[in-house]
């Protein structure tokens, strides 16, 4: 999945939830082949200027922006402060989640239910539509949405609302993968056990080490990995690709 180091050069990507994790490895991913990045951050203040900063290092550039997606108001107005600085936005990564919070069906409260929906799906929702009329006019236009293996799973080990959250989205790729063609390709990433803070705080170092016996190829994956796939569907590589699902899970979950 070599690509072109100039590949995006004069185009612009966001990527929301880009201060840490993946989607900090695909925000340096997207730079590295020339795309100005939106580095949107909700509480990773820090992280996402320290993510700006390397892009700025390599010789790249990009903006940092704030927003909380639970909230309707922040999520609609995000696209707009990025396109009021860059005037055209080619390229969007809805990258950015809540934690995933274990709970069991029958036990979940409303409140955890509508938290995972908010940002995982409600709030993807709310940057897309702002994003749609930008992308349609770029001659370029790609959605790439960050999705999870626990949809295959059915939530195991009490990831349900979560799922949820990301199946929606998986279906909401399908649907703009209809409805926007042929102005914008839509496609979406599946990531199995990422080797991010993500997993290592949410997860138990027993339950790591049990999802690398249970990957044929021995390890977790890498953030720079799913960068890697997201830079393909970003591209004009993939350009008869929509409405497209990569598994990125070293074959623990096969199709």
Same mark, same amino acid.
């Given at each position: @999945?070599?690509?072109?180091?100039?590949?995006?050069?004069?185009?612009?990507?966001?990527?929301?939830?880009?201060?840490?994790?993946?989607?900090?490895?695909?925000?340096?991913?997207?730079?590295?082949?020339?795309?100005?990045?939106?580095?949107?951050?909700?509480?990773?203040?820090?992280?996402?200027?320290?993510?700006?900063?390397?892009?700025?290092?390599?010789?790249?550039?990009?903006?940092?922006?704030?927003?909380?997606?639970?909230?309707? %108001?922040?999520?609609?107005? !995000?696209?707009?402060?990025?396109?009021?600085?860059?005037?055209?936005?080619?390229?969007?990564?809805?990258?950015?989640?809540?934690?995933?919070?274990?709970?069991?069906?029958?036990?979940?409260? !409303?409140?955890?239910?509508?938290?995972?929906?908010?940002?995982?799906?409600?709030?993807?929702?709310?940057?897309?539509?702002?994003?749609?009329?930008?992308?349609?006019?770029?001659?370029?236009?790609?959605?790439?949405?960050?999705?999870?293996?626990?949809?295959?799973?059915?939530?195991?080990?009490?990831?349900?609302?979560?799922?949820?959250?990301?199946?929606?989205?998986?279906?909401?790729?399908? %649907?703009?993968?209809?409805?926007?063609?042929?102005?914008?390709?839509?496609?979406?990433? @599946?990531?199995?056990?990422?080797?991010?803070?993500?997993?290592?705080?949410?997860?138990?170092?027993?339950? @790591?080490?049990?999802?690398?016996?249970?990957?044929?190829?021995?390890?977790?994956?890498?953030?720079?990995?799913?960068?890697?796939?997201?830079?393909?569907?970003?591209?004009?590589?993939?350009?008869? @690709?929509?409405?497209?699902?990569?598994?990125?899970?070293?074959?623990?979950?096969?199709?």
């Amino acid at each position: @999945m070599a690509q072109d180091e100039s590949c995006l050069k004069g185009r612009v990507a966001l990527v929301t939830g880009a201060g840490t994790g993946i989607g900090r490895a695909i925000a340096l991913k997207l730079s590295r082949a020339g795309a100005f990045v939106g580095i949107h951050f909700h509480t990773s203040h820090e992280a996402a200027h320290a993510t700006l900063a390397e892009i700025r290092q390599a010789g790249g550039d990009g903006v940092t922006l704030r927003a909380d997606l639970a909230d309707a %108001t922040q999520a609609s107005e !995000l696209v707009g402060s990025l396109v009021a600085q860059t005037k055209r936005l080619d390229i969007l990564i809805n990258n950015a989640g809540t934690p995933i919070q274990r709970q069991r069906i029958e036990d979940c409260p !409303l409140e955890l239910w509508h938290a995972a929906l908010a940002t995982n799906l409600t709030g993807a929702f709310l940057v897309i539509q702002k994003a749609i009329p930008h992308l349609r006019a770029s001659g370029n236009g790609a959605i790439v949405n960050n999705l999870t293996l626990s949809i295959q799973t059915g939530g195991a080990n009490g990831a349900g609302p979560y799922a949820v959250a990301k199946g929606g989205l998986q279906v909401l790729t399908r %649907t703009l993968a209809r409805e926007l063609a042929p102005a914008v390709r839509t496609n979406a990433i @599946m990531p199995g056990v990422i080797q991010t803070r993500h997993h290592e705080v949410f997860s138990t170092a027993d339950r @790591m080490e049990a999802y690398r016996r249970e990957t044929p190829l021995g390890r977790n994956g890498a953030a720079e990995e799913v960068a890697s796939a997201v830079l393909f569907l970003a591209s004009d590589a993939s350009r008869f @690709m929509n409405g497209a699902l990569l598994d990125i899970n070293g074959g623990r979950f096969l199709r």
